[in-house]
């Protein structure tokens, strides 16, 4: 399975302001996710990052809010915008891998509180 | 509406004993299924999947089940250890080739030594 890194682990940040996240894996992938686990809540999906077109974004999350870079077939960002107390979330990114094709392999995360 | 359900949130159960965790879906377009599990501050880990063709698939101590008719499937943990203390999710894909997992609530899974 592919090695996922994230940047920044954690931060606290003041509503208003933004923050981007990035993820880096170790091999080339097509497909890349973004994930976003609110308090007590299970996994949502934000958008779908594939190198060279534009992300695909879920019911509910839009593109002014959530922009999305995926420069190359190892990296992607995603910057939350203008935060308030409802984006503290925990936000994963993940990559498709693995023998049956559908499994996930998921980032550590990057756990958000907005102030 | 959510597509994939995990009633119980919790289960506790003693070392060396099975651990049973449940997931009910409706939408009958699935046709992958997969659980995670995931330690606080970390990010999921793919434990085991299905496709919908097969009705189990087993790999050490973990057996996935799966019932179509009744749009259920399991994670049977044999024997159960304390470091299985975590929680599972179960996740559902296929129904557009989208790739992209849908998730139930999780369980919350407690093996006392």
């Known amino acids: 399975s592919a090695v996922i890194s994230q940047k920044p682990s954690r931060d606290i940040c003041q509503r208003g302001t933004s923050l981007t996240i990035q993820c880096q894996v170790d091999s080339q992938v097509t497909m890349m996710f973004w994930y976003r686990q609110q308090p007590g809540q299970s996994l949502t999906l934000i958008a779908t990052?594939?190198?060279?077109?534009?992300?695909?974004?879920e019911s509910g999350f839009v593109i002014d809010k959530f922009p999305i870079s995926r420069p190359n077939l190892t990296f992607s960002t995603l910057t939350v915008s203008n935060m308030s107390p409802e984006d503290s979330s925990i936000y994963l990114c993940?990559?498709?891998?693995?023998?049956?094709?559908?499994?996930?392999?998921f980032g550590p995360g990057t756990r958000l509180t907005v102030t | 509406d959510q597509q994939v359900k995990q009633n119980s949130p919790s289960l506790s159960v003693q070392e060396g004993r099975i651990s049973i965790l449940n997931c009910d879906y409706t939408?009958?377009?699935?046709?992958?299924f997969l659980w995670y599990k995931k330690y606080p501050a970390e990010g999921p880990t793919f434990l085991i999947s299905i496709s919908s063709i097969k009705d189990k698939n087993e790999d050490g101590r973990f057996t996935v089940f799966l019932n179509k008719s009744a749009k259920h499937l399991s994670l049977h943990i044999v024997p159960s250890q304390p470091g299985d203390s975590a929680v599972y999710f179960c996740a559902a894909s296929g129904m557009d080739s989208s790739y992209k997992l849908i998730f139930g609530s999780g369980t919350r899974l407690l093996v006392r030594p």
């Open positions: 993940s990559v498709v891998g693995g023998m049956g094709g559908y499994e996930q392999y």
């Open positions: 939408n009958s377009m699935f046709d992958y």
């Open positions: 990052a594939n190198q060279g077109s534009e992300a695909t974004y």
